[in-house]
Structures are given as structure tokens and as C-alpha cells.
């Protein structure tokens, strides 16, 4: 397809072969337009040219020498007629890179301009035929639409004809010129139109020439109905001129090939800022190249296949030709294309990561990952994407960014969680082998470690935030607030075991065989409760202390502290108060006040046992014993002190400290039945046995005395009948 028409085409040689040696056909002969330029600028290497490309087309009636002319300044291999058989070869439009065989080496040398993309276009002859009437118009629209430079190509005999081909089709550029500016009054949108004037004999200078070509050009702008807004408009306003001759090709083919040489080198690259006009307005191309600026149409060369497409489309549906909104429309696609591939660019790096989602766990690498991907698929959007109609851009960088950073953001916000998550539990794992590692001081492991997992846990949100667009300040507070949470827990823990372990070695000292409780129940006498008394309150009093030193070290407030104090004295009141259950349970007193009176009774003042004689005092002993151990029993009856006051045991205890749960005797209002013997506030807690078990434990006593006396009567009864 790309070959088509190439029928005696003199450059049908080796040079051009190969798929697009011919360039290709843009449209075709059935006013089709191609499908083949993206493959045709990317085999050429202008795909990716942005905007450092340029785009030219040759106008001219038919079979004056375009082709012929185009191939000699630009190395294409354009179709040409052959001189034999005279018959029309380029059909549609035909498009090839330029290229320069015989540049030189020398990069300081003019150069011929890089991308160079030439239009051939079909020219026409019969002005009457209709169907030709139609197609110079498209093509007319089309390449003006597109290209910076318009090369009309004209024989020096037709020159002045103003009537002649040239002249009509001229003002068929001029009008869909002008039907252009219809609808985008406000872009400058300008054309240069450069004359070629073949078979130049030289009779007649280049500078009358001119002259007589702008009067007639005047001429035809003139006599042009312009659309409103634009009646004033100068035809300058539009177009800048420029104007080249050749001599006769065939005549003087090597003043041909000459001339061609040194046009060429007008296409060169430079495009000065300031472009030089001559006195009758028309450009200096060879002072400055032709390529100015100006002309450019701004189609960045990966969009110029859909533009040049639609653009077309739109001609040949007759509709207007709307060039700000082709553009817009250009934009949105081609923005819309590269969207696509930089979001399988973020995919690539991204997707894993959101497989990996429904793990909850902190993903290694994140952070880099999202800002790599982010980057490379916002740079690759900004730097194609950045060549199209601005705001349109701008709107889909913007629907780009939101929409990757809606997918960064879901991987953010699960990677907090997990950090979260993690955080506390290194947190709370950390603390609790400390402790285990004995001599661990509390404080110092909960602020170290504090600080450790909270700088892992900013590092982690920090690597994932994007550089600061991605905010995790209240997810900072919630850790740090958790962690202080589970400081107070762990603490509130270790309290409670220290307080478990003081309690405990209290109870083991109550309990000591060499001095606790029951030692002291071995010598029953009104010093009995005081001594205990003095046991309990230096006890716990150095306990207290031990425990001081402990929960500074927890780094316990001084209201916990209280707390726990408070806690340890109650608690101690309550173990003496069990020992003291334990140690006055009827059985062991009465045992214990049987010795008392075997030692007095069965014993005499040297300790041996007595051997009853008759006649000895036996009641009287009795009596004596029995009554010396009753005495006792009132001292068992209440704990006080020698001087029968009840022991300050509240004031020893103190006053609730602000924020403690009464554990015991909490319901003591409710009634006196209900009063505990625990409650450290409870009358009944000194009242160690009650009237009624002090009667039962004299009655005992009395039995047990009784029969102590009744054994001795009978020895003496048998010794004597012995
Ligand atoms: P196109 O139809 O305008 O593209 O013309 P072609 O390049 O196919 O050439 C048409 C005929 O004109 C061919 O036979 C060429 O040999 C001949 N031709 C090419 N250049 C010149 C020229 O400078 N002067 C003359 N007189 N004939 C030329
Ligand atoms: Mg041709």
C-alpha cells in the first residue's frame, strides 16, 4: 500500500527501497487517510521528536515539477512523471522525511533542519472538473491546517497570468485560510508561503518577479468576501512570502542541481528570533531560515497521526474546521493514551504491594516503592503529556495524580495500621522481657524503649507520606497515647506483683517460727497483742520502705504510690488478722492453756512431775492452776495495748488516698451484722473471741482442768490402795 503509485518513478532504485521507501500515502487516492504514520514516524524516529519536527507541503498545478523539486532538496523519493509517458503520478498526498546525502561533516555548516516531514501533494489541472475543484480545496485545508511552510511551486511563464491555475488555487488557500480564522479569531495562525519559480530564464529579475506576484496576491485577497470580524484583515497578517527561482532542469540540469543545493540549506535549523523582512514586507529567508517559530502548529509529533487524522475527518465531513478545539480534543486522547502507560508503569511496582494488602502486615519497602512509582509515572505523564493544549493537561495530570495517590493512599493507611500494630506490640513485647531480665530499672526500659519503637514507627510513616503529602501526625498520637496506655498497664501490673510479693514476705515474717505470731502466742500474757502489735506495725513500716524503693524505680506516680501503700498496709491488717483466727481456734488455745496449767498443776517449781501423796493439797493446787489460767483468757479476748487502749490502727493506715477501691468492708454501713473482722475501720476487728467463745472456752478449759484433777485424785487413790 505504502508503494502505491510509484509507477516510473526515477529513484525506484535500491537507495529508497523497503517498506516506507517511498514515504507514505497520507491520503490515498481514495481520499482514505493513512493508518500507517505512527509506524511510519517511529521507522523514521520522529514519533518521539516533540516538538522538534517541522512539517512542509508543495502546492502547484500538476506536472510542474513538485515531486521533482522535492526529491532534489530533500533526498525523497517522491514519484515523478516520467519524460516519455506524460501522465499524472502523484495521487492524494504523499509524506517522507527529509534527508541530506551530501551534508557536511562539519556541525558549524548550515545544516539542512532535523525532522524534516515534506507533503507531497496532488496538484490539479483541469480547473473546470469539479471532483478536482473538491479535492484542491481538502487538500488546501488540510495542509494549511498542518504545515509551517507551503512551497508554490510555479512556472516562470505564468507569472502575471492572473487568471491562470496558480492564481485559483491560491485563492482557494486564502479562503479556507481565512475559513480557518472563522472560528479562532484570537490565535495567530501563520503560514509562510514560499514561491519557487521554475525555469527561470533570467530575462526578467527575481525582484519583478515578486512584485508582480504580491500585486496579483493582493489582488486575489481583495476580491475575497471575508468573514465578519475579519473584513480589515491584510493578507500579511496571515502569511509572510518569501520568494526563490530555478533555472530550467532539463536546459541546465547542473545549474539545477546547483540552485537546489543552496535552496536547501533555507530549511536549515536556525529559527531566530528576530526574522528579517525586506522593504515590501517579505521575509528574508536567506538571512533566516524558513522555519520560524511562528509557524509551527504545536502538535507534538506522537499526537500528530490522531490530529492530522481527525483534522481530515473533519474535512471530508464538510464540518468547520475548529483548530483550538482539534486541539483540545488531540489533547484529551493523546493525554488520556499516556495515561494508560504510565499507569502500567505504576502498576508494575504497585501491584504487588496492593496483593500483598490483605496480609496486614507492614510491607518492607513501601515507602520507596510509592514514591519511585509516583514519580516515574507523574515525570513520564508531564513529559509527553506536557506538550499538549495546557489546560487540558493540566486537568488530566491532575486526574492522574488523584487517582494514583487514591491507590498510594489505601497502601498508606494499611501500612500505618500494620506499623501501629507492630509498634505496640514490640512495645509491649520489649517491656516484658526487660522486666523478666532482672535488674531491669522499669523507668528508664519503658522511656528507652518508648523511644525506639516511636522513632521506628515515624521512619516508617515518614518513608510512606509521599515527602509530607500523606499526613500521619493523628495516627502519631494515637501510638504515642496507646503506648502511654500500655505504660500505665504494664506498670499497674508490676505494681500489683511487687505488692503480691510484699505481701507475701509479710506473711512469711508473721508466720516465722523464731518470731511471728505463734511464737509470740507461746507466752500468753497482757504484753501478748502489744508485742504483736509492735511485730505488725515494724513489719509493715519496713516494708513499706522496701516497697518505696521498688516502685520508684517503676517510675510510679506519687498518687499510685499512696494507692499501693495504702493497698499494702490494709492488706497486711488483714493477714495478721487471719493469723490471728488461725492461731485463737478454740482446739490450739485450749491446748495451749492445758500447758499453762500441767505446769503448774502437774508439775512442781523444778519442773518434775508431781507424784500426788496423800494428804498433799490437791484442790488447793488445783484451784490455785485453774485460777491463774483464767485469768488469762481475758487477755485473748481483745487486741489492745498495756494500757487496754485499742491500738491506732486507723491512723497507722491512714486516709484513703484519692482514687482506691476499697477491697474490704466497702458495704460496712450496711449494718453492724455485716461488719467484717478484716475491716481496719470495724469495732469487731479487735474483738479476737467473742463473750460467747471466750464461755465456750472456759467451759472446755474447766472440763479438761476437771478432769486433770479427777486423773490426779484417782493415782492417789490407787498408790494408796497399793
Ligand atoms: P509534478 O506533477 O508537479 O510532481 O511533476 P513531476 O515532478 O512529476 O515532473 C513532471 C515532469 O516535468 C517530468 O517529466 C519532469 O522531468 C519534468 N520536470 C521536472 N523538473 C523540471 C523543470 O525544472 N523544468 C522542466 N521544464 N521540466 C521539469
Ligand atoms: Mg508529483
Known amino acids: 500500500m505504502a508503494t502505491n503509485g510509484v509507477n516510473g518513478s526515477a529513484f525506484n532504485g535500491d537507495e529508497h527501497e523497503g517498506e516506507f521507501g517511498h514515504g507514505i500515502q497520507v491520503i490515498d487516492e481514495n481520499k482514505e487517510f493513512t493508518s500507517t504514520m505512527p509506524e511510519y514516524l517511529t521507522a523514521t524516529n520522529v514519533l518521539q521528536a516533540g516538538f522538534s519536527y517541522h512539517l512542509i507541503s508543495v502546492f502547484g498545478s500538476q506536472s510542474t515539477g ?27 498526498i504523499w509524506m517522507s522525511l527529509a534527508t541530506d546525502p551530501n551534508a557536511s561533516p562539519n556541525p558549524d555548516e548550515p545544516h539542512l533542519g532535523k525532522n524534516i516531514l515534506v507533503m507531497d501533494v496532488e496538484g490539479t489541472d483541469g480547473r473546470e472538473r469539479g471532483e478536482d475543484q473538491d479535492f484542491e480545496r481538502k487538500s488546501a485545508l488540510f495542509a494549511i491546517a498542518t504545515s509551517e511552510v507551503l512551497i508554490v511551486n510555479i512556472w516562470e511563464h505564468q507569472v502575471g497570468l492572473y487568471q491562470g491555475a496558480n492564481m485559483g488555487l491560491l485563492k482557494t488557500v486564502f479562503e479556507v485560510n481565512l475559513q480557518l480564522f472563522q472560528k479562532d479569531k484570537a490565535t495567530v495562525h501563520r503560514s509562510l508561503l514560499f514561491f519557487v519559480i521554475r525555469d527561470h530564464i533570467g530575462h526578467t529579475p527575481l525582484e519583478n518577479l515578486k512584485n508582480t506576484l504580491l500585486a496579483d496576491l493582493n489582488n486575489i485577497w481583495h476580491g475575497l468576501s471575508k468573514p465578519p470580524g475579519l473584513e480589515s484583515s491584510s493578507i500579511s497578517d496571515f502569511f509572510d512570502f518569501t520568494f526563490a527561482t530555478l533555472p530550467h532542469k532539463l536546459l541546465q540540469p547542473d545549474q539545477f542541481k546547483l540552485e537546489t543545493q543552496k535552496l536547501k540549506l533555507r530549511f536549515r535549523e536556525e529559527s531566530p528570533t528576530n526574522a528579517t523582512y525586506s522593504g515590501d514586507g517579505v521575509l528574508d529567508t536567506s538571512k533566516n531560515g524558513v522555519f520560524l517559530p511562528a509557524y509551527h502548529r504545536r502538535i507534538p509529533a506522537d499526537g500528530l497521526p490522531h490530529y492530522a487524522g481527525n483534522i481530515w475527518r473533519m474535512i471530508t465531513e464538510n464540518k468547520d474546521l475548529d483548530l483550538p478545539t482539534q486541539q483540545e480534543l488531540l489533547a484529551q486522547y493523546r493525554c488520556d493514551e499516556i495515561s494508560v502507560v504510565c499507569v502500567e508503569l505504576f502498576d508494575e511496582t504497585i501491584t504487588p504491594f496492593e496483593a500483598a494488602l490483605s496480609q496486614k502486615i507492614v510491607q518492607p519497602g513501601l515507602g520507596p516503592a510509592m514514591k519511585t512509582a509516583l514519580d516515574t509515572a507523574l515525570s513520564k505523564f508531564k513529559e509527553e503529556a506536557g506538550r499538549y493544549h495546557k489546560v487540558v493537561y493540566k486537568r488530566k495530570l491532575e486526574d492522574l495524580e488523584k487517582k494514583l495517590q487514591a491507590r498510594l493512599k489505601v497502601l498508606y493507611v494499611a501500612q500505618l495500621t500494620a506499623a501501629h500494630k507492630n509498634t505496640i506490640a514490640v512495645f509491649a513485647d520489649t517491656i516484658q522481657k526487660g522486666i523478666k531480665r532482672s535488674g531491669a530499672d522499669f523507668a528508664s526500659l519503658v522511656t528507652e524503649t518508648r523511644a525506639t519503637v516511636l522513632a521506628d514507627f515515624t521512619a516508617e510513616a515518614e518513608a510512606c507520606s509521599l515527602d509530607g503529602a500523606f499526613s500521619y501526625t493523628e495516627e502519631l498520637h ?20 511487687l505488692l503480691a510479693r510484699m505481701e507475701k514476705s509479710l506473711r512469711s515474717k508473721f508466720t516465722s517460727e523464731d518470731d511471728g ?47 499501693a501503700v495504702y493497698k499494702l498496709k490494709k492488706r497486711a491488717w488483714k493477714v495478721l488478722r487471719m493469723i490471728l483466727d488461725e492461731e485463737t481456734k478454740e482446739q490450739g488455745l485450749i491446748t495451749r492453756l492445758m500447758g499453762y496449767f500441767d505446769k503448774d498443776f502437774r508439775y512442781d517449781d523444778q519442773g518434775v512431775p508431781r507424784v500426788w501423796k496423800a494428804g498433799e493439797d490437791i484442790e488447793g493446787t488445783f484451784a490455785k492452776s485453774k485460777e491463774t489460767v483464767l485469768k488469762l483468757i481475758p487477755n485473748l479476748a481483745t487486741f489492745q495495748l498495756e494500757d487496754s487502749s485499742k491500738p491506732p490502727l486507723v491512723t497507722f493506715i491512714g486516709d484513703a488516698p484519692a482514687g482506691i477501691e476499697e477491697e474490704i ?14 475491716s481496719t475501720s470495724s469495732a469487731k476487728t479487735f474483738i479476737i473471741l467473742t463473750p460467747g467463745r471466750v464461755t465456750s472456752l472456759t467451759e472446755s478449759f474447766n472440763r479438761q482442768a476437771d478432769q486433770a484433777f479427777v486423773d490426779a485424785k484417782r493415782g492417789t487413790i490407787s498408790s494408796v490402795s497399793q
Open 665 to 678: 468492708g466497702a458495704t460496712a454501713e450496711e449494718g453492724d451484722d455485716e461488719e467484717d473482722v478484716f
Open 478 to 497: 494515637a501510638v504515642e497515647k496507646e503506648l502511654d496506655e500500655g505504660a500505665t498497664r504494664l506498670r499497674g501490673e508490676e505494681m500489683g506483683r
Open 517 to 563: 505470731v505463734a511464737y509470740m502466742f507461746k507466752t500468753i500474757s497482757p504484753t501478748l497483742y502489744p508485742r504483736i502489735w509492735t511485730l505488725f506495725t515494724t513489719g509493715v513500716t519496713d516494708q513499706i520502705s522496701l516497697f518505696t524503693q521498688r516502685s520508684t524505680a517503676l517510675n510510679a506516680t506519687a498518687e499510685e504510690n499512696e494507692q
Open 66 to 92: 513538485k515531486s521533482t523539486l522535492l526529491n532534489h532538496l530533500f533526498n525523497t523519493a517522491f514519484p515523478v512523471m516520467s519524460e516519455s509517458r506524460r501522465q499524472q503520478t502523484t495521487k492524494g
